[in-house]
């Protein structure tokens, strides 16, 4: 039974330059979490989806950031243009519905902004 | 702005002993309470819920709640090596869309001396 899938699970890019991180969630869950950890502010929610609408996005910390759900199965983080403070892991996290709070991450993907 | 608070550690138990865990949360309307195991390099993972005041056992772990005092602990009896991690708190409270994001403590790193 797949978990959460995430790509790539590790990017390296330079400063200024598109990045796209991309999120499978569990099949049959409803609801979608994008998380960022670093080691000064721990794990911290970005933005979450409900049934494919963006709930509440207040995490995410400056307009370079967006993130889509074109569908249940398909989310997308963007960041745009990069600097090295974005530098951290990003997780996706999903949960089976919108009343059941137990979520379930991916393996995240490392990023790295020179 | 909802708070969780862990202390960091490290917290050394000696192989076969009893692991405590602590943390509080901040805000009063907090719902539903969990308990992730985050290996080095690795995704946290979901150990144990709790939702409701008392003590809630799975195996060698026992979660505590306490809404009154707003503290939740985790205990791990007969203590092994493999778990050594760091042990993340996490709050959810429900809005009025539902499910929200969790918020997360900075986790305390525990390590079990064989």
């Known amino acids: 039974d797949a978990g959460v899938i995430q790509s790539p699970r590790h990017e390296v890019t330079e400063m200024g330059q598109e990045v796209t991180l991309r999120c499978k969630p569990i099949s049959g869950h409803n609801s979608l979490f994008w998380y960022r950890q670093t080691m000064m502010r721990g794990l911290e929610l970005l933005i979450y989806?409900?049934?494919?609408?963006?709930?509440?996005d207040s995490g995410m910390p400056e307009d370079r950031f967006s993130a889509k759900m074109p569908n249940a199965s398909f989310s997308t983080l963007k960041i745009q243009p990069s600097e090295p403070r974005d530098s951290a892991v990003y997780f996706c996290?999903?949960?089976?519905?919108?009343?059941?709070?137990?979520?379930?991450f991916g393996p995240g993907t490392r990023l790295t902004v020179l | 702005q909802k708070e969780v608070e862990q202390n960091s550690g490290p917290l050394s138990v000696p192989e076969g002993a009893i692991a405590s865990l602590n943390c509080t949360y901040s805000d009063r309307g907090s719902q539903s309470f969990f308990w992730y195991r985050q290996y080095s390099g690795k995704s946290p993972e979901l150990i144990m819920s709790?939702?409701?005041?008392g003590d809630k056992e799975d195996g060698r772990f026992t979660a505590q709640l306490n809404k009154a005092s707003q503290y939740v602990s985790l205990l791990i009896r007969d203590s092994q090596p493999s778990d050594s991690a760091t042990y993340l708190c996490a709050v959810n409270m429900y809005s009025g869309g539902g499910a929200d994001g969790l918020t997360f403590g900075k986790g305390t790193h525990l390590i079990i001396q064989p």
């Open positions: 996290a999903s949960s089976l519905s919108p009343l059941a709070s137990e979520q379930f």
């Open positions: 709790i939702y409701s005041n």
């Open positions: 989806f409900n049934n494919n609408v963006p709930i509440d």
